[in-house]
């Protein structure tokens, strides 16, 4: 298996800046495919915020474009999201999760346990 641990969220006034870190790690070899971060705020599903495939494609959803970037660490296996320009309504929580293989389960999906972002107005 693959663990997340995402880390970096917290409270911060509207048009701030936060970086979100996810570090992979398992006790057999791995690597990762594609990796994203999702959120959910109260009463929401779910949502995809971002993707960056293994080789370096990047999408985002709408109403994060511009503001956010993606990024990974292949050596280290870290996921980053740079959050700018953070507005009340990216108020959530925060999950990493990534495709991954690993020697003994082959290709399964993983997520963290969450991080909670907080924009005041």
């Known amino acids: 298996q693959v663990q997340l641990v995402e880390s970096g969220g917290g409270l911060v006034q509207a048009g701030g800046s936060l970086r979100l870190s996810c570090a992979a790690s398992?006790?057999?070899?791995?690597?990762?495919?594609?990796a994203s971060w999702y959120r959910q705020a109260p009463g929401k599903e779910r949502e995809l915020v971002a993707t960056?495939?293994?080789?370096?494609?990047?999408n985002y959803a709408d109403s994060v474009k511009g503001r956010f970037i993606i990024s990974r660490d292949y050596a280290e296996n870290w996921v980053y999201l740079q959050m700018n320009s953070l507005k009340p309504e990216d108020t959530a929580v925060y999950y990493c999760?990534?495709?991954?293989?690993?020697?003994?389960?082959?290709?399964?999906?993983?997520w963290g346990q969450g991080t909670q972002v907080t924009v005041s107005s």
């Open positions: 960056v495939s293994r080789d370096g494609r990047r």
């Open positions: 398992s006790g057999r070899i791995f690597s990762i495919n594609d």
């Open positions: 999760t990534v495709q991954a293989w690993d020697s003994l389960n082959g290709v399964n999906a993983y």
